[in-house]
């Protein structure tokens, strides 16, 4: 009798056990298979609604959000060969660094505390003629890109020589960059004619056509770089190729007197009249746009990149960005190059936005945490004419994310997730890094690119430019 008892127990637990094994197969069958999973943890979307998720989930497939739920109905819904937990962590869009210079990683702290025409024609302009080549180029990408990754920047604006180059490193490294070859009236290291230029742009922007990282764009310097001429030859480019355009305007009082002086005209206003300014054009700076020209600047939908820190150390001045934001401009945070900023941070670049405008205004609330932290997501996609695209969690948009820590001392304890991100988060907090559905740092590790050649590599040229330039060997 009891043997029999024992048989039928184990049939029944079999039985069970069987069943439980189809229903967890059926399940996965009828799940719909995607290429990641985020589960977990607390998801600031920067959405319309500015909704933040607890305990929520996200799917990713082809490299875009195709669903935002709780954790539980993503777990029930999808199935992914790859997921990754962020239980008790943030979940936030990737930041969006609307301005760098990106080689110049390799200059930074070559010359400092200087203002930017000494910086420029003194130490600038000499060491990049001396040392600039599709090599130093690729070097110092590689060790800016290293470090906008590990500070969580999924994409970023970038101004140089042999873009080409930068584009075809980030996009090895797995970034989102809208990358502008420069145009300028001297003869510099990749092309030495406005011609040459101008067939090197052409090249460039066929190339990358239709890459789902890469954005190619043409970047004619600045208007007191590059005649009218060739300034009205980039717009018809940008027309017919539909091309962003990258350039530096009012960053200076002295530019503005000069451009005065020079054409009749603020930077602007002359921009303006040689109808230069549309919706495809990203203007880094900003600092001195005279009476009425904010205006211009929103009726023709230009985009700009608020550089403080760089801006603050060559002492151009504060852009007034609190009323630029609202009157409505599209505005979005750069950091610009890292030999006058020096670093590529964007947590630095969001924190001393918030605080330079309260400093310099005498009132606290003029730019808050929750702005701030929209300059470097949203707002920025933006200013780069991207935010269809980018900048925050939403169905459709591209996979851009970060999975933030926040155990650190530094976030602890937690009221507002806002003022979490803006004023206590450190780069060091970033955990995980997604860029275009593509895991590119895990748990602080690099996936896409070789820190410890990296290194090497940059201290190779930091003594062949201290060379250069008969600096002494390292200190
Ligand atoms: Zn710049």
């Not at 500015?50 to 989930?57: K, W």
């Not at 002492?315 to 006058?340: F, H, K, W, Y």
């Not at 996979?399 to 650190?408: K, N, P, T």
């Amino acid at each position: 009798m009891r043997k029999l008892l024992l048989t039928l127990l184990t049939l029944t637990v079999m039985i069970s056990n069987a069943r439980s094994d189809v229903a967890a197969q059926t399940r996965r069958q009828r799940a719909e298979r995607v290429d990641l999973l985020v589960l977990g943890g607390t998801v600031v979307t920067m959405d319309e609604g500015r909704r933040i998720l607890h305990d929520a989930g996200i799917a990713i497939k082809d490299g875009r959000i195709v669903a935002i739920d709780t954790a539980v109905a993503i777990r029930s819904k999808y199935s992914a060969l790859q997921t990754l937990t962020a239980h008790g962590k943030l979940i936030v869009p990737g930041l969006i660094n609307g301005h760098t210079h990106i080689p110049m990683t390799l200059f930074r702290g070559l010359a400092d505390d200087l203002d930017l025409q000494e910086w420029l024609t003194k130490y600038i302009f000499p060491a990049e003629a001396k040392n600039v080549t599709e090599e130093f180029v690729r070097v110092g990408a590689r060790l800016g890109l290293a470090e906008m990754i590990r500070g969580g920047t999924t994409t970023y604006c970038d101004m140089y020589y042999f873009e080409d180059a930068i584009a075809d490193e980030t996009a090895k490294a797995g970034v989102r960059g809208v990358l502008g070859e420069t145009v300028i009236d001297f003869p510099v290291a990749d092309n030495k004619t406005n011609a040459e230029a101008m067939a090197y742009v052409e090249r460039f922007v066929r190339r990358w056509k239709g890459h789902e990282l890469i954005v190619a764009a043409i970047a004619p310097h600045s208007p007191y770089t590059v005649s009218e001429e060739h300034l009205k030859a980039a717009r018809a480019f940008s027309d017919r190729t539909g091309a962003p355009i990258v350039t530096h305007i009012s960053e200076t009082k002295r530019e503005v007197d000069d451009s005065v002086k020079a054409k009749g005209a603020s930077p602007v206003a002359y921009l303006d009249r040689i109808g230069f300014l549309n919706d495809r054009v990203i203007a880094a700076h900003m600092v001195w746009p005279q009476d009425g020209e904010t205006s211009i600047l929103k009726q023709r939908g230009v985009g700009i990149v608020h550089n403080p820190q760089s801006n603050m150390k060559l002492a151009s001045g504060v852009s007034p960005v609190p009323r630029m934001m609202q009157e409505g401009l599209l505005i979005g945070l750069g950091t610009d190059g890292a030999a006058s900023n020096n670093d590529l941070n964007m947590w630095e670049e969001m924190d001393t936005a918030a605080k330079l405008h309260k400093v310099f205004s005498g009132d606290p609330r003029v730019l808050s945490a929750l702005q701030a932290f929209e300059l470097a997501t949203i707002r920025g996609a933006q200013a780069l004419h991207l935010e269809k695209e980018i900048g925050s969690l939403e169905v459709s948009k591209r996979a851009d994310l970060l999975i933030i820590e926040r155990d650190s001392l530094n976030q602890i304890p937690l009221y507002n997730v806002y003022s979490d991100l803006v004023y206590a988060t450190k780069s060091n907090d970033v955990q995980t890094v997604i860029i275009n559905g593509r895991v590119v740092m895990r748990n602080r590790r690099l996936l896409t690119l070789n820190e410890g050649e990296i290194k090497r590599s940059a201290r190779v040229f930091r003594e062949k430019i201290a060379q250069s330039l008969s600096l002494p060997t390292a200190p």
